[in-house]
């Protein structure tokens, strides 16, 4: 575990470096105190929000699943060579290439149509610097500091501010300025560079990086200028990621005006409006090409103060957090949003649950969370994140998954090394290395604990560490201590989480507080002493999760986790479950296999589930009389699975 903290990121010098060392004084009064709180990091300022994030770099994690996650993605992203990524940007700019180039979606003809071309160099940049924060591992650093040098000469050598890998070059985002029918999603990978450079400047300190986003951001800003409003939005009918999310950040950055108005015009009218009116238009629509532009609109309401850009972000958000997503979390099916009506048809798609999906669903939730601190934002980004993200990723290899169906029989199915490169390969190097930065949150009287995992927080403006010490979920409590230079007070906030009946505070082993209201925060306000301990007790219990059109068709939970049968490995061949083509999802490995059914009433089902005397796992009777292992679905990694059962009527 880190003993030691890098000195904060020095916001001013971005501001200053950017030329508006002018505006600097009044910027931080004039945006939200969480301006800067991308991803793993909080970072210091002036005014007061609703909740601010800690840096990451103030936040330790303990041993359990999650730090071994974390670290099995460093050792991924240290497998890879900057210069192979490197490629074809060095190709496109008139310079020899260094190393040849990687294969899946950066190179293979198959891919060719769908032009992401370099989007894997973007989450490349936004994973090491994620892991730099995480950890202060040089080693990071470095490798960030490489790529932003490399791309500066890209730039040099076109003179041009474009950075790309496309195999047509510049042409193809020129064509599509100019409205000429193209395949692909341009401004899609380039989000991710843009993004990429993004946190390497604000999470690595990374002065080249800071300087080729601008250049880059100022490119932008010329090359969209032409477009009229009607052809701009035309042109956002192809998928863009969150190009609108990117330019309001640099406009918080740096205050440039020019990088609001295009944060504005890249907010797709046709999406944002009927969002905006408390309007669900969502089936049919391609799901991972509305939730970028959805964190984006939240971040263009703290950019320009228009309430319909948070209102929009706050319905969809509940929309599908709350009435279109599957027990995990997840949700969609082959990509795209389906009438809930529909449900029966699309749960046990073997190409449901796009990992992508949950990322970004992740990135709002937590976007919304410090704009209005709620629980129910981190009773789903709990559930989310072990049963979409921890589960994602296989615990021996280090890969991903793209897809996350719920074919019963079916498996996961994870990405190659070197020959996939898909978008969820590219969220994965994000997803694991950032688990510190929503653990806890704070205000300017009071600390959030949202997540109960091992790990510490120094809050560093009021000299007090708050250390969590649990084996949640094996056990559902955890205890919290404080060291402090001196007596404090401050209002420390249990989550008492929707899935527990009720909670018990304990503060030094007499009980403080109790609570019945699920899905709400205990609010602990003293004076607290160095030393002073605080348990929180919970209640875990088996559950039914189902959508109201099939009630037939049921999930299991115990606590925020997701039960999956284990079904075993029964005509699998060891690696089967590494695969290179995303598309192939339920032809892969699909031989016959009968699953186990269950039948008789849901809630007497979920009744009869008892535990089998280990840790987190469960037993339950099939209707052929045979026994059935239940573990929680973040721990299925090489195994057949079922998580949903098509309940048939009791005999």
């Known amino acids: 575990m880190r003993q030691t903290s890098p000195a904060r990121y020095p916001r001013r010098r971005f501001l200053a470096g950017a030329g508006t060392g002018a505006l600097v004084a009044g910027v931080g009064n004039a945006m939200p105190a969480h301006a800067f709180s991308l991803p793993g990091q909080g970072l210091p300022v002036e005014a007061v929000a609703k909740a601010q994030p800690f840096d990451m770099a103030d936040v330790t994690l303990g041993e359990g699943p999650f730090l071994h996650a974390q670290r099995m993605t460093e050792a991924y992203l240290l497998s890879l060579q900057p210069d192979r990524m490197l490629h074809n940007f060095r190709k496109n700019a008139g310079l020899e290439p260094k190393a040849p180039i990687y294969g899946g979606w950066e190179s293979e003809a198959m891919w060719a149509d769908i032009h992401c071309h370099g989007h894997t160099l973007?989450?490349?940049?936004?994973?090491?610097?994620?892991?730099?924060?995480?950890?202060?591992?040089?080693?990071?650093?470095?490798?960030?500091?490489?790529?932003?040098?490399?791309?500066?000469?890209?730039?040099?050598?076109?003179?041009?501010?474009?950075?790309?890998?496309?195999?047509?070059?510049?042409?193809?985002?020129?064509?599509?300025?100019?409205?000429?029918?193209?395949?692909?999603?341009?401004?899609?990978?380039?989000?991710?560079?843009?993004?990429?450079?993004?946190?390497?400047?604000?999470?690595?300190?990374?002065?080249?990086?800071?300087?080729?986003?601008?250049?880059?951001?100022?490119?932008?800003?010329?090359?969209?200028?032409?477009?009229?409003?009607?052809?701009?939005?035309?042109?956002?009918?192809?998928?863009?990621?969150?190009?609108?999310?990117?330019?309001?950040?640099?406009?918080?950055?740096?205050?440039?005006?020019?990088?609001?108005?295009?944060?504005?015009?890249?907010?797709?009218?046709?999406?944002?409006?009927?969002?905006?009116?408390?309007?669900?238009?969502?089936?049919?629509?391609?799901?991972?090409?509305?939730?970028?532009?959805v964190v984006g609109f939240l971040r263009v309401y703290e950019a320009t103060g228009e309430t319909k850009y948070r209102d929009a972000a706050g319905f969809f958000w509940r929309t599908v957090a709350l009435t279109r997503s599957f027990a995990t979390g997840g949700h969609g099916d082959g990509e795209h949003f389906f009438p809930m009506a529909d449900f029966a048809d699309h749960v046990f798609s073997p190409k449901a649950s796009e990992t992508c999906c949950q990322h970004n669903m992740l990135k709002l939730a937590r976007a919304l969370f410090l704009d209005d601190p709620r629980a129910e934002y981190a009773d789903y980004y709990e559930r989310t994140l072990y049963n979409g993200i921890l589960a994602s990723q296989d615990p021996d290899s280090g890969m991903t998954t793209y897809f996350q169906g719920a074919r019963p029989g079916y498996m996961k199915l994870y990405h190659t090394p070197e020959d996939s490169f898909w978008c969820c390969t590219g969220t994965g190097m994000e997803n694991h290395v950032k688990y510190r930065d929503s653990i806890y949150f704070h205000d300017e009287t009071a600390l959030y604990v949202n997540l109960f995992l091992p790990s510490s927080v120094a809050w560093r403006a009021k000299g007090a560490l708050l250390t969590q010490t649990t084996r949640f979920p094996d056990a559902p409590t955890t205890t919290l201590r404080w060291t402090l230079g001196r007596p404090t007070k401050l209002t420390l906030k249990l989550r008492h989480p929707r899935w527990s009946r009720n909670a018990t505070v304990l503060v030094n082993g007499a009980e403080a507080a109790r609570s019945n209201d699920a899905g709400s925060y205990i609010a602990l306000a003293r004076t607290w002493r160095s030393g002073d301990q605080v348990e929180l007790r919970l209640t875990m219990e088996v559950a039914t999760d189902h959508a109201p059109a099939a009630a037939d068709i049921v999930a299991f939970t115990y606590g925020p986790l997701v039960l999956a049968a284990d079904l075993g490995r029964e005509g699998l061949a060891p690696g089967a479950d590494i695969v290179v083509n995303e598309r192939n999802y339920g032809s892969y490995n699909d031989s016959a296999f009968d699953a186990p059914t269950l039948a008789g009433d849901p809630a007497r089902l979920a009744g009869s589930i008892l535990p089998s005397g280990r840790p987190l796992e469960f037993m339950i009777a099939s209707a052929e009389g045979a026994p059935v292992r239940l573990i929680p679905y973040h721990q299925i990694a090489h195994q057949r699975y079922a998580t949903y059962w098509k309940i048939s009527p009791k005999a």
């Open 122 to 293: 973007g989450h490349y940049l936004s994973g090491a610097a994620l892991a730099y924060r995480s950890t202060l591992d040089k080693r990071f650093k470095q490798r960030v500091d490489y790529i932003a040098k490399e791309l500066a000469a890209c730039q040099a050598a076109a003179g041009s501010g474009l950075v790309c890998a496309f195999p047509e070059g510049p042409a193809l985002i020129a064509a599509h300025l100019r409205g000429e029918a193209i395949t692909g999603v341009p401004w899609y990978t380039l989000h991710k560079v843009y993004a990429g450079l993004r946190d390497a400047a604000l999470l690595a300190d990374c002065a080249a990086a800071r300087a080729v986003l601008l250049r880059l951001a100022d490119w932008g800003v010329v090359a969209t200028r032409p477009l009229s409003d009607a052809a701009f939005e035309a042109m956002l009918a192809t998928e863009h990621g969150g190009m609108n999310e990117i330019y309001a950040d640099l406009y918080l950055m740096t205050g440039n005006a020019d990088y609001r108005a295009l944060a504005e015009r890249f907010s797709h009218k046709a999406i944002l409006d009927p969002l905006a009116k408390r309007q669900d238009r969502l089936d049919g629509l391609h799901a991972n090409t509305q939730v970028p532009k």
